[in-house]
């Protein structure tokens, strides 16, 4: 492999191929001295972890309509930014994203720290944030390395380690081909690559401009790499959410802002556990006395684990809880929105 030349070659291609992303500046802008704005830029990293571009962009445009600004983020309640990240999943982001607002309008005027370490520092940027934004928004030569880019280094060099194990040795390969010269481009041109042309389970090797230098095609199963070591089967809980209603609104809780959905508005429900709970035992840990009756149950898949919710409706009234119209139901988290578009339009 001549690194120089896969580069060049890279990005040649990136230059005319290049994704249109509403945080990304163009090639041709970037090489005039225009550069992306680092609140966008960290903003779009942090919604893109764990979800894919067509999911995030729309909050991505939500979001920057508005708080255009790192500051109007800061300023925000809890409780509007959770409600407006309800569907992005891995809710603890939403709890990082303000924190990380508020180190930055409060310790550093609004303006994001330009190093590597400084980013480093900031509440909630990990190693892989601070490197994407280094790079992208402030030409540092950071070595930037997501799933794409692990999957592009892995069949470039035909790496027979799997992942996760392979981790150390990819970043490492990767970091040999990082240079001073366009290093914002040079990673977003991994990650198009990936994204487009390098694909998972299909690659579209015919249309690499780097297909030369694949180590993984010359032995003709680009397709096999990354090896992966076989994933522990995922566990499966039960639980049950509760949807009392008082006339046209639904009573909600604020669930702690620690642990899974920390801080998010949710149904009220029992303990999720390993075994299917009882009728005698899921009425006894409702949220108040009511005439509680079956409404189905719905599924869903976390990352770690799958949850089967059995859903109990009632009429009523309850303290200590939160009283929300059912127009509103649409920003709850999507595992409760199942729930309560299941149990509103059960017949009881």
Same mark, same amino acid.
């Given at each position: 492999?001549?690194?120089?030349?896969?580069?060049?070659?890279? @990005?040649?291609?990136?230059?005319?191929?290049?994704?249109?992303?509403?945080?990304?500046?163009?090639?041709?802008?970037?090489?005039?001295? #225009?550069?992306?704005?680092?609140?966008?830029?960290?903003?779009?990293?942090?919604? !893109?972890?764990?979800?894919?571009?067509?999911?995030?962009?729309?909050?991505?445009? =939500?979001?920057?309509?508005?708080?255009?600004?790192? =500051?109007?983020?800061?300023?925000?309640?809890?409780?509007?930014?959770?409600?407006?990240?309800?569907?992005?999943?891995?809710?603890?982001?939403?709890?990082?994203?303000?924190?990380?607002?508020?180190?930055?309008?409060?310790?550093?005027?609004?303006?994001?720290?330009?190093?590597?370490?400084?980013?480093?520092?900031?509440?909630? @940027?990990?190693?892989?944030? =601070?490197?994407?934004?280094?790079?992208?928004?402030?030409?540092?030569?950071?070595?930037? #390395?997501? %799933?794409?880019?692990?999957?592009?280094?892995?069949?470039?060099?035909?790496? &027979?380690?799997?992942?996760?194990?392979? *981790?150390?040795?990819?970043?490492?390969?990767?970091?040999? !081909?990082?240079?001073?010269?366009?290093? %914002?481009?040079?990673?977003?041109?991994?990650?198009? !690559? %990936?994204?487009? #042309?390098?694909?998972?389970?299909?690659?579209?090797?015919?249309?690499?401009?780097? +297909?030369?230098?694949?180590?993984?095609? /010359? *032995?003709?199963?680009?397709?096999?790499?990354?090896?992966?070591? /076989? *994933?522990?089967?995922?566990?499966?809980?039960?639980?049950?959410?509760?949807?009392? &209603?008082?006339?046209?609104?639904?009573? !909600?809780?604020?669930?702690?802002?620690?642990?899974?959905? %920390?801080?998010?508005?949710? @149904?009220?429900? +029992?303990?999720?556990?390993?075994?299917?709970?009882?009728? /005698?035992?899921?009425?006894?840990?409702?949220?108040?006395?009511?005439?509680?009756?079956? /409404?189905?149950? #719905?599924?869903?898949?976390?990352?770690?684990?799958?949850? &089967? @919710?059995?859903?109990?409706?009632?009429?009523?009234?309850?303290?200590?809880?939160?009283?929300?119209?059912?127009?509103?139901?649409?920003?709850?988290?999507?595992?409760?929105?199942?729930?309560?578009?299941?149990?509103? +339009?059960?017949?009881?």
């Amino acid at each position: 492999m001549q690194p120089d030349h896969l580069r060049a070659q890279l @990005l040649t291609w990136y230059d005319a191929n290049a994704r249109a992303l509403p945080w990304r500046v163009r090639p041709k802008d970037h090489a005039t001295g #225009v550069r992306a704005d680092p609140y966008f830029v960290w903003l779009s990293e942090v919604m !893109l972890q764990q979800t894919t571009v067509p999911h995030a962009t729309p909050y991505f445009l =939500a979001f920057t309509e508005r708080w255009p600004t790192v =500051a109007d983020l800061a300023s925000e309640a809890d409780g509007e930014v959770m409600a407006a990240w309800a569907g992005l999943g891995y809710y603890a982001r939403a709890r990082n994203l303000l924190a990380c607002a508020r180190a930055v309008a409060n310790d550093h005027g609004g303006v994001f720290p330009d190093t590597e370490e400084g980013l480093r520092a900031l509440p909630g @940027l990990g190693p892989y944030t =601070a490197a994407a934004v280094g790079a992208i928004a402030f030409d540092l030569p950071t070595n930037v #390395v997501d %799933g794409n880019v692990e999957r592009v280094m892995a069949r470039l060099f035909a790496v &027979t380690t799997p992942l996760p194990e392979a *981790k150390p040795e990819l970043k490492r390969l990767a970091g040999e !081909l990082v240079r001073s010269q366009r290093p %914002g481009d040079w990673a977003q041109a991994l990650m198009d !690559l %990936g994204a487009t #042309v390098c694909k998972p389970k299909s690659p579209l090797c015919e249309r690499c401009p780097v +297909s030369r230098h694949c180590a993984a095609k /010359a *032995k003709g199963s680009p397709e096999t790499y990354p090896r992966r070591t /076989a *994933k522990a089967a995922r566990p499966h809980r039960f639980g049950v959410a509760y949807i009392l &209603t008082r006339g046209d609104e639904v009573a !909600l809780v604020r669930r702690p802002p620690k642990g899974l959905l %920390g801080g998010m508005l949710a @149904l009220p429900t +029992s303990e999720w556990r390993g075994n299917r709970w009882g009728e /005698a035992e899921a009425i006894e840990a409702a949220p108040a006395p009511a005439d509680w009756r079956s /409404a189905g149950e #719905v599924e869903h898949v976390f990352t770690h684990f799958s949850l &089967t @919710l059995q859903i109990l409706r009632a009429e009523g009234d309850a303290h200590e809880v939160i009283w929300s119209p059912h127009r509103d139901m649409e920003g709850l988290p999507s595992v409760f929105l199942k729930a309560v578009r299941a149990g509103l +339009s059960a017949l009881l």
